[in-house]
């Protein structure tokens, strides 16, 4: 396992660290004081594991602004990991987004992943604020000239949800990467195939960034298939089949999704995969018994 980074280090300088795999945990401000609780419950367990890194999200439409700024600060101030803030270009105007990457800066949070973000809710279509930007691609760009930032972007495995080819989706990704990304965190995905192809195609067309395997353990079968319906990500028969059985026993859903997790997450690292990002939903159990297995 690697050893926990020093919070002033950037994520392009723990990628790859030692020639080891890159593991990293994602977090999200909560919305409730218990939310609050369990949160800083899970990032004690999971702190115990030193993580390359970390990260927290960013509310749709800016709606944890403040809290994603505040938190990801407290994460390297208190606890002396590298961590990173995901910014959005939602609901914002680039002037707005220059004054969030300057409160990032001021406080010491030199990573960032820049992302166009979802639609608010109620809405089917992305439509950019008037002064602010369209595509990721611009704002990696605009985060790049504000400040010395290490820049994260998203890639995804089985395609974009709204893109029509996957050739265009990789063409979308490199433009992010040549405005200014440094690395590449996926999403969510279950069939490593799809990955392998997805990376084999990307440095074919010349992307030479680490792309690390965004996962997320299974634990409430329900939840899950609410997840994949959104970000387009598909289950594999064999897990659908082991899932479904278990689809009403809490218990024997998360071991099933444990047990899957550990097998991806050991496939990938034979192949030579340049880090797992977890998907932790603030809980720890799940990954941290994941962790141990796959690094013991």
């Given at each position: 396992m690697n050893q926990s980074p020093t919070s002033s280090r950037r994520i392009d300088e723990v990628l790859g660290h030692g020639g080891k795999p890159?593991?990293?945990?994602e977090f999200f401000p909560p919305k409730t004081e218990s939310g609050w609780a369990q949160l800083y419950s899970a990032i004690g367990e999971l702190h115990a594991i030193k993580p390359s890194y970390v990260s927290v999200t960013y509310g749709?439409?800016?709606?944890?602004?403040?809290?994603?700024?505040?938190?990801?600060?407290?994460?390297?101030?208190?606890?002396?990991?590298?961590a990173m803030a995901h910014l959005t270009c939602v609901g914002h105007t680039a002037d707005e987004l220059g004054g969030i990457l300057d409160d990032l800066w001021q406080q010491g949070v030199q990573n960032v992943l820049a992302l166009r973000g979802d639609p608010p809710a109620g809405q089917t279509d992305f439509k950019p604020t008037d002064g602010g930007f369209a595509h990721a691609d611009e704002l990696v760009a605009?985060?790049?000239?504000?400040?010395?930032?290490?820049?994260?972007?998203?890639?995804?495995?089985?395609?974009?949800?709204?893109c029509l080819n996957k050739t265009r989706d990789l063409e979308h990704l490199k433009r992010k990467l040549?405005?200014?990304g440094h690395f590449v965190v996926t999403q969510l995905f279950f069939d490593n195939d799809e990955f392998y192809r997805f990376r084999d195609a990307a440095r074919k067309m010349g992307i030479t960034a680490p792309i690390v395997a965004g996962i997320?353990?299974?634990?409430?079968v329900t939840q899950i298939k609410r997840f994949i319906s959104m970000c387009g990500a598909k289950i594999p028969h064999p897990l659908l089949l082991k899932l479904e059985a278990v689809e009403h026993d809490p218990a024997g859903a998360a071991r099933a999704g444990i047990a899957y997790a550990i097998d991806q997450c050991r496939d990938l690292l034979n192949h030579g995969v340049d880090g797992l990002h977890f998907y932790t939903l603030n809980k720890s159990t799940a990954t941290v018994q994941i962790c141990r297995e796959v690094f013991k």
């Open positions: 890159a593991v990293s945990f749709a439409g800016g709606s944890t602004r403040a809290k994603t700024v505040d938190l990801v600060a407290r994460i390297q101030r208190e606890l002396g990991l590298c605009f985060a790049r000239g504000r400040h010395d930032f290490c820049i994260g972007v998203a890639g995804y495995p089985e395609g974009h949800p709204q040549d405005n200014g997320m353990p299974v634990t409430n």
